[in-house]
DNA sequence: CTAAGTGCAAAATGTTTGCATACTT
DNA sequence: AAGTATGCAAACATTTTGCACTTAG
């Protein structure tokens, strides 16, 4: 379904080692070429942005998106293991921007539902809930 | 909080008729240009990006970001109304990219939920489900 | 040797901004 | 009259693409 196979190159796993090394952290392609520019060895931007999409769909990294105009967040999920355990949800909050990572059982259940019910397969790592954190809620009351 | 109050102009009550006839459907900046030039009655792009982002500041319109490099959505939500009972959700399928309005009671429990344990106020408006639809996963069993 | 990946620079998007002019209240 | 909105064109930021070259298998 997806074309060939996947060359283990230098670019590659430096960027998957970076992103190993900063999981749980939310890193745009920007600061993937910035990083390495600084350590003296640069990647081509275009490069980044080729292996950035094919992490995605080797499901090793999420993609998150923000704002319209600015840029994707990607995140580290680990070596293809979905452990359901570590499965995380992501809240943003529109007010302050905060993106807060959430593990819940009864979140879980959402999935269950929308798989049950609607026949929809969630995936929880790439989706982002949106609305108010609760610090912002309280200077917020109107 | 926000500065200055709203002017009714000739484009911006034509762009928001434009919308509340569209109910429902999700609709880009530059679908609201092109469709007002069709007209013979353009309206400069500038002025569509500003109007669409005080329209979704007041709340008349919701804004959905799909993908990175690709257009923002907005969408009608209604006047100043919140009915609870049109709330919907959408789903968007990572495969086919359609997206899918959900009605659902037990959905909204989501909200109660994390709101209650989490102290977060969810706006169900903006807030995408992305997954795999009924007839990609069909395709797609691996 | 061949398929896949790289890097550069250029293009393509989508969105924002500066500024002079025009419209609303 | 004062404040706000408009429209154009130019500026921006992010992401994608074409192509010659390199590297992994």
């Known amino acids: 379904m997806k ?4 060359y283990k190159t230098k670019q590659r796993e430096k960027m998957l080692k970076y992103f190993e090394k900063h999981a749980g952290d939310h890193i745009t392609a ?4 910035e990083y390495f520019e600084k350590q ?3 990647i081509g931007q275009a490069t980044v942005y080729r292996q950035l999409e094919k992490l995605v769909d080797e499901g ?4 998150y998106i923000m704002n319209a105009a600015g ?9 293809r293991v979905h452990k359901k355990d570590k499965m995380c949800f992501h809240c943003k909050c529109e007010k302050c921007g905060k993106l807060i990572h959430l593990h819940c ?3 879980k259940e959402i999935g269950k539902h929308l798989s049950e019910e609607h026949g929809f397969k969630l995936n929880p790592l790439r989706t982002v809930f949106y609305g ?5 809620a309280r200077e917020d009351e109107d």
């Open 105 to 107: 059982e009864e979140l």
């Open 30 to 33: 920007g600061d993937v070429c």
């Open 40 to 42: 003296g060895e640069p």
């Open 132 to 136: 108010i954190c609760e610090e912002c």
């Open 71 to 79: 840029p994707a967040c990607f995140e580290f999920v680990g070596m």
């Open 60 to 63: 090793l990294l999420n993609k």
């Open 3 to 6: 074309g060939g196979s996947t």
